[in-house]
């Protein structure tokens, strides 16, 4: 059973609109929440961390967790084609800082 | 700014050859991790190291070993490059329970 789901996608979100992807955990014992971007071809990189109930912003992106429903959310606000990319959701279970990945969320932002 | 690389972005080799590949970080992080990113298997955990000379199992470690005898240095090994083992390999590090940073992926291919 994977502990980390996410929506494959594509998603498909216009320019300039909000992208909202959503990713649901098993483990009650995860405590941290990474979402990381990647290119097609290249390697993640960390957008977000958040380690509390709540909302965390940064910049368009808006990361949301909330650990009684077990999920982790991200926003992209004003969706460019550069944020075109796989994004994964990552949470962590243990002191030493493992993370389980889903499987990725395909956006594609169209003009 | 924190900085992973790779020994190859690129490597073909030949079934049943030794395959080293090479991960060196900057940042003085204690943990060090390889995955390896499949399509539509998403991104799995091979080994990961929590200090000098010190590794643990991750979720698919058979067919592979690691060695780590700098605190900077970590090299995943094939002792017998197989085809199913051609993948992108990924290279990571960081402080104990903090986000990880990855390096820029190997692309290797067992033919």
């Known amino acids: 059973q994977k502990e980390v789901e996410q929506n494959s996608g594509p998603l498909s979100v216009p320019e300039g609109a909000i992208a909202s992807l959503n990713c649901t955990y098993s483990?009650?014992?995860?405590?941290?929440f990474f979402w990381y971007r990647q290119y097609s071809g290249k390697s993640p990189e960390l957008i977000m961390f958040?380690?509390?109930?709540g909302d965390k912003e940064d910049g368009r992106f808006t990361a949301q967790l909330n650990k009684a429903s077990q999920y982790v959310s991200l926003l992209i606000r004003d969706s460019q084609p550069s944020d075109s990319a796989t994004y994964l959701c990552?949470?962590?279970?243990?002191?030493?800082?493992?993370?389980?990945f889903g499987a990725g969320t395909q956006v594609v932002v169209t003009p | 700014d924190v900085k992973v690389t790779q020994s190859s972005r690129y490597l073909v080799k030949r079934t049943g050859e030794k395959v080293f590949l090479e991960c060196v970080q900057d940042?003085?992080?204690?943990?060090m991790f390889w995955y390896r990113q499949d399509p539509g298997l998403g991104l799995r955990l091979i080994y990961f190291?929590?200090?000098?000379?010190?590794?643990e199992k991750g979720d698919i470690p058979e067919g592979y070993s690691v060695s780590r005898e700098k605190k900077e240095r970590f090299s995943l090994i094939l002792e017998s490059a197989s085809t199913n083992q051609t993948s992108m390999y990924l290279c990571?590090?960081?402080?104990?329970?903090?986000?990880?940073?990855f390096g820029p992926g190997t692309r290797l291919t067992v033919t």
């Open positions: 990552a949470g962590s279970t243990d002191s030493w800082g493992k993370l389980q």
């Open positions: 483990d009650r014992g995860s405590q941290s």
């Open positions: 190291s929590y200090d000098v000379k010190m590794k």
């Open positions: 990571a590090s960081s402080s104990p329970g903090r986000e990880q940073y």
């Open positions: 940042m003085d992080h204690e943990n």
């Open positions: 958040i380690y509390s109930n």
